[in-house]
Each structure stands twice: as structure tokens, then as C-alpha cells.
């Protein structure tokens, strides 16, 4: 089993959109003889963009996880009876910042990650997002500078860029032999040879040639950087690089790089061109020689759900199954797929697992491996696999699926809130229930997307993280659940903050004869403290202060939960309160008329009339905006991007390119990327990431509030 594991690599391949990850998976499957077809994007073939959309629009929709083999090595010369085969489940992963959470959820349950940059373009605005979620998750990863091939292709400024704008140790083992078309090969820095692929066999095979003339101060100068990063890592070559520099051996150099990858302290860099099959054998062998098996990494923490123990689940076979639950998807075919992360134990078709989130059985009928969106069925998951289950009941991403007497709950995955939202209606009044059903369907698969009904005019609004997404999950509604639907403009998702703190004494009374309702509160509402170097989670802060029993205890809980359900409706135009801070103080109850009820009433009512005191702001959605456009269109860029309210935050040069960067309220950007290729002629391209919520100018709030108010001026 151990050696089993120690040829399993769990890798995804991240990057911004457009930067050649869904190319790079497709030659992975060629190479590694899965498939026998090159798919590629522009003409819709690729076998990981399955969906109708993702092929019509040449874009990663939804993450899509295929296993292969590799085997390892083959560059480095050695013999095929020394070669391993490796098994290496891939996750490709979208690049659009509106389906980061695809991202997201595959970096929490992956083991090291590919990290993909355009050589043109070097680190771009979601190439960041992606690395950051992968350090919140501790995900070694290695970093390939891929289309070569392209005109502008830098390798070394595309390196200098992960250094400075990741702030990441990035450590070439290769440079490039030439660039632009006249990229042909790399230079291989361990063993310190040229690499050229032959064109005729699609970059199947390859020629070990001497090193260019050109290139070879350039080698050397590169190889001794990686010797001496290889040496200041590891103690052991540090003694042998001061005595004899010229003995420190491959493998020595490759194994100390393995050590360091995997505990972060630095990223190995490689290069290539996947479109023109140039690189992608050397990209497999240092996957599996320098990213790690499951046993590399350390036991995952889980917690009991009864008892809130810490316990520690090992990759092993013998240990309790625990396995993670990180995406549902439905298939045409064989219904729903939830795919598993399995950390511990083992699991086989036909058998009971436990459902930790609901605390019910849930029997496994089938388990498979997947293809994209093709699955394999299979007898018996591992440890340390991935794999898709079939012919469950309840079961949702981030659920924990443990042995039935083994209970444990794993870390869950944190999604983040929309920020955009359409009204939708069927175009025919008797669809209606089959929309709030599809819905529902579709909220299973993708959890940032959400579905509320507007109490005032009884709209469905549907939400989402842009309008990207939303018009993709809108096509979804029409195909996959034939359903004709009506949608409004798009709506931002406003929230509302209380920026002061008020004290407030509420007396909830009512007297109907008999029993009546009775309930006291005295206390102080305003926004959270702000602790430096923190972030401000969202919800309520309840601090409760009542001494002497002024309020019985049991009324507590009853005091929170009405504060909790009053922040969804703000005091300014209804939107939602994100964080606060109540701490209540004093009270009094009556011996007869006083329950739980009432006490919750009365937060309520004390929300509405304290909120209203604590000057209240609405705030937007604000988007950190990314522009490169050729230097003649700068100023009507950035006159176009002032007349939206945005704030500049600087200006970068690329060669006859411009990088613009800005902060966007969201409200503002609706269709900015048509403006945007109309004003520049199609030359300029956007990139729009999420960033933060900032209080709106107090002549535009007012807008807001008296149309939420149904006021017309």
C-alpha cells in the first residue's frame, strides 16, 4: 500500500484565463497515451471542456478531473526497466475570476499544484488569486512558463514577475533555447544538456543535443544559481558545494529540490510551449519527481463532531475511512457524481458511509474513476485517491464521509458571498416549480451561486460571483432543463454596515387578554472592533454582560437569534447587515409574560430602531480592475475608467503595452468589456477580479434607499 501511494500524485493545473491550461492537460492525456487525439480549445475538441459552453466559448467553465499514468523517468536517460509508472489524478481548473471557486475547492483537497504563466503576459491578476488560495491551503507547487512560442515571450521576465508580484522563490531548472518561432527546446540545468523536441511525431520524442554556443555562459551562470539555492536548502551540499562544487550529483540536486518543494520553501520553474508539444514530458517527470505523494504530506486534522476532539486520519488503509466530499456534479447518465478526496482508509462499492453533516447513512452503490466527463467504475477507492460516488441521498460539497462508527468532521471549504444578481422568470407561469427545482439542481453543483426571492415584489433573484457566470448558469437552464426564462437587468449586491455604536433600550409589550408578551432589553449596537492585521469576519458578535439574573439565561440564546435574523434585512434599504457587534447589558423580564418569544421579538425591534441611530451606510462591491492596452488608447482608457468612478492604482509598461490598474465599483462595470474592445478598437483586454466593499457616496445611496422604498422623484 505505502508503495502504492508513493507513485500517486493528486496535482491541479492553475493559472489566469487564457494562459494554456486546459492545452496543457490535453497533450498530458496524449502523452500519457489516454487519448490518441490532440484536443484542442479553439476548434472545441479538448476532452476536459466537456460542457456545450465551455466548448462554444473556448473557456474552463467547471473544474473536470481525469487519471493517468506516467512513466517516470525518461529524460534522464536511465533505462525503461528503471522506470516507475506513476498514477497522477489531474484537476484542471478554470481562469476566470467568475469561477474561482472551482479553484478553490480543488487546491483544498489537492496534493501540489501546477502553477501555469503566459511568457507574454507573465504574472496576471488571477495568476495572484490563484497563488494565494494555494498558500492558504499550503499546496507545494511548481511553476511552468508556458507559449514560448509567442511573439513577446520573455522567460526571464515572466521569472523576475513571480519573484516580485507572488513574492515567491521561484528556481529555473531550465531556460529556454530560443523564443518566439524560434523556440525549439530547453536547456536542462541538473544535467545540464539541450533538449529539442522533433516536430514530426507531435513532440513525442525528443533529441539530447550539446548545448547552443550562445547559451552556454548563460547555462552555467543559471546552473550555479541552482546549486548554490540547492545548497543554501540543504545543509549536507552546503559542505559539499564549499569543497567540491563540481561533485554535488542529479540525484543529490533533484532530492534536495523535492524537499524543498514540498515544504514550500521554494518553486522549482520549467518551460515550454504545450500548443506546439514542446515541454510537456519534462513538466510530467518533475510533477512526480519533485511534487508530493500523499505520504509526503502530514496527517489531516479532523475534529469529532459530538466531543469537538482534535484527531489526526494518516494515508493509510488500515486507518478509519474519512474521505471529503469537494464537488457534486449531475450527469446525463448515471444522475448525481459527488467526488471524493479520500485521506484515510478505504472504501468499497455497495457499502454504508457516514454522512457527518446530517448524521445519516449513506450507501455507496457505485464508485468510478473519472474521465473528464466520462467515469470508469471501480471496486475499491484508497487512501490518498480521488475518485466520483454514485447512488447517494443528501450529500453536499464539504460534507465529511466517515465510517459509521469512526465520526469526524474535516476542515470545511470557505466559499465567498455573489456580488451580482439577476431577476429571473419563466417565460410560462406553469414552469415556475420546475425553475425553483432546476435552481436548487444547479446550487448543488456551484455553491457561491444563490437563489432568494425579494419579499416586496416576490422577483426570484438569482446570484451569483458575475455576469459571466450568471449567463453561463442561465444557457444551463435553457439546454440542460429546456426551460425559456425572462431575465432583468443586472443588480449588485449591495450590503449595509453600521459605522457608530448607540446604546438602546427596547420594551417589547403585548396584552391580548390572558397571557401576554413581555420582554426587556437594554443594550449597545455598532460595528466590530477592528483588530490590526485582521480581517473582519462577517456575522454577529453577541457579547452578553447581564449579571444577577436582570434576564434568566435560558432568554439568551433567544436574544442572539433575533439580533442574527434581523442583520438580513438593514435599516437603510433592506440589504444585508454583514457584521456587527451587540453586547447586551441589562433587562428585566415579568414572572408570567415573559419567554423566549418575546426576547427574540424584541431584538428585532431593538435591530430597527438602534440600527437607524448607529449611521448606517450601504456599501458596494468594489473590482480591482486590470487593463492592457496598447499606449496610443491609455487616455481613453483611463478617461472611460474616471467617468466610472474609479480610483487609478498605478500603471506598469509591457513592451508597447500599458497595464492599467484601477479600482471599479461593480455597479459600474456592467458591460464594460464591449465598451472596452469598442474604445480600443478590439486591441485591449480586462480582467476583472473581486476586491472589497466600500460605503457608496452618500447622493447615490440615497437613489438606492428611495427606490428600495418604492419613492420615485
Not at 439 to 468: C, H, V, W, Y
Request: charge should be negative; glycine fraction near 8%.
Amino acid at each position: 500500500m505505502a508503495g502504492e501511494l508513493t507513485f500517486l500524485r493528486n496535482i491541479g493545473i492553475m493559472a489566469h484565463i487564457d494562459a494554456g491550461k486546459t492545452t496543457t492537460t490535453e497533450r498530458i492525456l496524449y502523452y500519457t497515451g489516454l487519448t490518441h487525439k490532440i484536443g484542442e480549445v479553439h476548434d472545441g475538441g479538448a476532452v476536459m471542456d466537456w460542457m456545450a459552453q465551455e466548448q462554444e466559448r473556448g473557456i474552463t467553465i467547471t473544474s473536470a478531473a481525469t487519471t493517468t499514468f506516467w512513466k517516470y523517468p525518461t529524460i534522464q536517460g536511465k533505462t525503461a526497466d528503471k522506470t516507475q509508472t506513476y498514477k497522477v489524478n489531474i484537476i484542471d481548473t478554470p481562469g476566470h475570476v467568475d469561477f474561482t471557486v472551482e479553484v478553490e475547492r480543488s487546491l483544498r483537497v489537492l496534493d501540489g499544484a501546477v502553477a501555469l504563466f503566459c511568457a507574454v503576459s507573465g504574472v496576471e491578476p488571477q495568476s495572484e488569486t490563484v497563488w494565494h488560495q494555494a498558500d492558504k491551503y499550503k499546496v507545494p507547487r511548481i511553476c511552468f512558463i508556458n507559449k514560448m512560442d509567442r511573439a513577446g515571450a520573455n522567460f526571464f521576465n515572466a521569472l523576475n514577475e513571480i519573484k516580485e508580484k507572488l513574492g515567491a522563490n521561484p528556481v529555473p531548472l531550465q531556460i529556454p533555447i530560443g523564443s518566439e518561432t524560434s523556440f525549439k527546446g530547453i536547456v536542462d540545468l541538473i544535467t545540464n544538456e539541450a533538449i529539442v523536441w522533433n516536430e514530426h511525431d507531435l513532440g513525442m520524442t525528443y533529441q539530447v543535443i550539446s548545448i547552443p554556443d550562445d547559451l552556454v555562459e548563460t547555462a552555467e551562470e543559471w546552473r550555479q544559481k541552482l546549486i548554490e539555492s540547492v545548497a543554501s536548502y540543504d545543509e549536507a551540499l552546503m559542505e559539499k558545494f564549499f569543497d567540491h562544487p563540481d561533485a554535488i550529483t542529479p540525484d543529490e540536486i533533484r532530492a534536495a529540490i523535492r524537499k524543498a518543494v514540498i515544504d514550500l520553501s521554494f518553486s522549482p520553474v520549467l518551460c515550454g510551449s504545450a500548443f506546439k508539444n514542446k515541454g510537456v514530458q519534462a513538466l510530467l517527470d518533475a510533477a512526480c519527481a519533485y511534487l508530493p505523494s500523499p505520504l509526503d504530506l502530514p496527517a489531516v486534522a479532523c475534529t469529532h463532531p459530538d466531543t469537538g476532539e482534535l484527531m489526526l486520519r494518516k494515508p493509510e488503509n488500515s486507518e478509519p475511512f474519512t474521505a471529503l466530499a469537494f464537488k457534486i456534479a449531475t450527469d446525463p447518465f448515471v444522475g448525481r457524481l459527488a467526488f471524493l478526496r479520500v485521506y484515510s482508509g478505504t472504501l468499497d462499492a455497495g457499502s454504508y458511509v457516514q454522512n457527518n453533516r446530517t448524521g445519516k447513512k449513506e450507501r455507496i452503490a457505485r464508485l468510478m474513476q473519472m474521465h473528464a466527463n466520462k467515469q470508469n467504475p471501480i471496486n475499491r477507492v484508497q487512501a490518498g485517491d480521488i475518485c466520483a460516488v454514485v447512488g447517494f441521498k443528501e450529500i453536499k460539497t464539504g460534507d465529511t464521509l466517515t465510517g459509521e462508527k469512526q465520526k469526524a468532521i474535516l476542515e470545511a471549504i470557505t466559499f465567498p458571498e455573489p456580488v451580482i444578481g439577476y431577476s429571473i422568470e419563466p417565460k410560462k407561469q406553469a414552469d415556475q416549480d420546475k425553475l425553483t427545482l432546476s435552481i436548487a439542481k444547479l446550487m448543488e453543483e456551484d455553491p457561491t451561486l444563490r437563489m432568494e426571492t425579494n419579499r416586496e415584489t416576490g422577483q426570484t433573484i438569482l446570484k451569483g460571483m458575475g455576469e459571466l457566470h450568471l449567463e453561463i448558469i442561465i444557457d444551463r437552464l435553457k439546454r440542460e432543463f429546456k426551460l425559456e426564462i425572462n431575465q432583468g437587468a443586472p443588480q449588485v449586491a449591495y450590503k449595509e454596515a453600521l459605522t457608530a455604536t448607540v446604546e438602546h433600550k427596547e420594551v417589547y409589550k403585548k396584552q391580548t387578554g390572558g397571557r401576554g408578551k413581555f420582554a426587556d432589553i437594554v443594550f449597545e449596537i455598532g460595528p466590530k472592533e477592528i483588530v490590526e492585521g485582521e480581517s473582519i469576519k462577517p456575522g454577529l458578535e453577541f457579547v452578553n454582560k447581564i449579571i444577577g439574573g436582570v434576564i434568566p439565561k435560558e432568554f439568551i440564546p433567544a436574544i442572539q437569534k433575533g439580533f442574527t435574523a434581523a442583520m438580513e434585512n438593514g435599516p437603510l434599504a433592506n440589504y444585508p447587515v454583514e457584521s456587527m457587534r451587540v453586547k447586551i447589558f441589562h433587562g428585566s423580564y415579568h414572572d408570567v409574560d415573559s419567554d423566549a418569544l418575546s426576547f427574540e421579538l424584541a431584538a428585532r425591534a431593538g435591530f430597527r430602531a438602534a440600527a437607524q441611530k448607529a449611521s448606517p451606510v450601504i456599501l458596494e462591491p468594489i473590482m480591482s480592475v486590470e487593463v492592457a492596452t496598447p499606449n496610443e488608447f491609455t487616455g481613453s482608457v483611463t478617461g472611460d475608467l474616471n467617468r466610472r468612478r474609479g480610483i487609478m492604482k498605478g500603471m506598469d509598461s509591457k513592451g508597447g503595452t500599458q497595464i492599467v490598474k484601477a479600482d471599479v465599483p461593480l455597479a459600474e462595470l456592467f458591460g464594460y468589456v464591449t465598451d472596452l474592445r469598442t474604445i480600443t478598437s478590439g486591441r485591449a483586454s480586462a480582467s476583472l477580479t473581486f476586491s472589497h466593499y466600500e460605503p457608496i457616496p452618500k447622493n447615490l445611496a440615497e437613489a438606492i434607499i428611495n427606490k428600495a422604498k418604492g419613492i420615485t422623484l
